[in-house]
């Protein structure tokens, strides 16, 4: 089965095709950022112009590299929430209508799903059940995947993303943005041994899965205060300020994930989202003895439309599809949330 997948959500404008939800043959993503950097975030209604101007390129090239025609896709999908209202709308409308006009099905794509989908997109997936790590701009997730659809979560974020995090570190110490990736950079230089930042005590109650990342996001800015006073923080200080901040970040992560492994009787966790492309994160799980932990590559941590495109395909492999007058939703309700 060959499904067009699209995923407007934020700011990458992309769509891929994918075959039996598992090979990817095309997979386009045209990222927004160069027009968000000025303003050092997204800006929605910038998001969703960019979006309505470019959809249409982006399919097009989408069907081009995989050498498809509108006429040789048996079902389309695209991302109907969480995410930026005006976005969501773009690539929904596209979707809906491209399936209209061809008469094929149609998928309202869940973003949360379709990331926790991403490491299924090769021939061996991970076996259910296992512990899914949900890590992006948007979204801090821990939770129980059962299958495609059923997922369970187990903690969150109680106040910021870690992707988050990153990025508002990045532009308070000027690294870039967005700043994960410059964080990440900057951290390889640095000695993540010279400033102790506050892990925040969270494994009790109802609290035992959550993360929270505001503490440690305003540790590290009061930081700059402190240097500041001084004269400007040095080159060899940001590396050491942002390693030292990645591995706070991480290990705050890894409290929760641990506790939700132990606890479940989980060994394999299978992460996804943005964040799940940081060379401390994927090395540090790497090191968890008895678990196995399952990163998707790099190029499908981000936003992309090939994880849209197989979660569609194992729905419409099952005989569901969504109706035409499905709409966007910015945020997500349906998720049962479990307390220890
Ligand atoms: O999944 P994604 O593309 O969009 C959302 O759904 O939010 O994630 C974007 C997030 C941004 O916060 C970005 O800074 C972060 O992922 N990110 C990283 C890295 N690459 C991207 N964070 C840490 N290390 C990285 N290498
Ligand atoms: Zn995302």
């Known amino acids: 089965m060959i499904v067009l997948g699209i995923e407007t959500s934020c700011d990458e404008c992309a769509a891929a095709v994918v075959e039996d939800g598992r090979r990817i043959l095309s997979n386009v993503v045209a990222t927004q950022i160069p027009f968000h950097r000025e303003y050092s975030g997204v800006v929605p209604e910038l998001a969703s112009?960019?979006?309505?101007?470019?959809?249409?390129?982006?399919?097009?090239?989408?069907?081009?590299?995989?050498?498809?025609?509108?006429?040789?896709?048996?079902?389309?999908?695209?991302?109907?929430?969480?995410?930026?209202?005006?976005?969501?709308?773009?690539?929904?409308?596209?979707?809906?209508?491209?399936?209209?006009?061809?008469?094929?099905?149609?998928?309202?794509?869940?973003?949360?799903?379709?990331?926790?989908?991403?490491?299924?997109?090769?021939?061996?997936?991970?076996?259910?059940?296992?512990?899914?790590?949900?890590?992006?701009?948007?979204?801090?997730?821990?939770?129980?995947?059962?299958?495609?659809d059923t997922v369970e979560v187990l903690g969150t974020t109680i106040d910021d993303a870690v992707g988050e995090a990153f990025d508002k570190v990045a532009k308070y110490y000027g690294l870039g943005y967005p700043g994960g990736v410059h964080i990440d950079k900057a951290a390889g230089r640095g000695d993540d041994g010279v400033f102790a930042f506050p892990v925040p005590k969270l494994h009790k109650g109802e609290h035992r899965y959550d993360v929270s990342y505001s503490g440690l996001k305003t540790a590290v800015v009061n930081q700059l205060e402190q240097f500041r006073k001084k004269g400007t923080p040095g080159d060899l200080n940001t590396c050491d300020i942002a390693a030292s901040f990645q591995k706070t970040a991480v290990e705050i992560l890894l409290g929760a994930l641990l506790r939700a492994c132990g606890d479940?009787?989980?060994?394999?966790?299978?992460?996804?989202?943005?964040?799940?492309?940081?060379?401390?994160?994927?090395?540090?799980?790497?090191?968890?003895?008895?678990?196995?932990?399952?990163?998707?590559?790099?190029?499908?941590?981000?936003?992309?439309?090939?994880?849209?495109a197989g979660l569609a395909c194992q729905y419409f492999l099952r005989g569901d599809s969504s109706p035409l007058s499905t709409t966007a939703s910015a945020r997500v309700k349906e998720f049962k949330r479990r307390y220890p």
């Open 264 to 308: 479940t009787g989980i060994k394999t966790v299978v992460s996804g989202g943005g964040v799940a492309a940081n060379s401390y994160l994927r090395s540090r799980l790497a090191r968890c003895d008895g678990l196995t932990c399952i990163f998707p590559p790099l190029d499908l941590c981000g936003d992309n439309g090939a994880m849209v």
């Open 49 to 148: 112009r960019k979006h309505t101007e470019w959809i249409y390129g982006v399919v097009e090239e989408a069907l081009l590299r995989a050498e498809k025609t509108p006429g040789n896709i048996d079902g389309i999908a695209a991302t109907a929430l969480p995410g930026l209202m005006g976005s969501l709308l773009v690539g929904l409308t596209f979707a809906k209508a491209f399936a209209w006009a061809r008469r094929i099905p149609f998928l309202a794509c869940n973003h949360i799903l379709a990331h926790l989908y991403a490491a299924r997109l090769c021939e061996n997936g991970p076996a259910y059940p296992y512990i899914g790590l949900l890590v992006s701009g948007g979204h801090t997730i821990i939770c129980r995947v059962d299958d495609f």
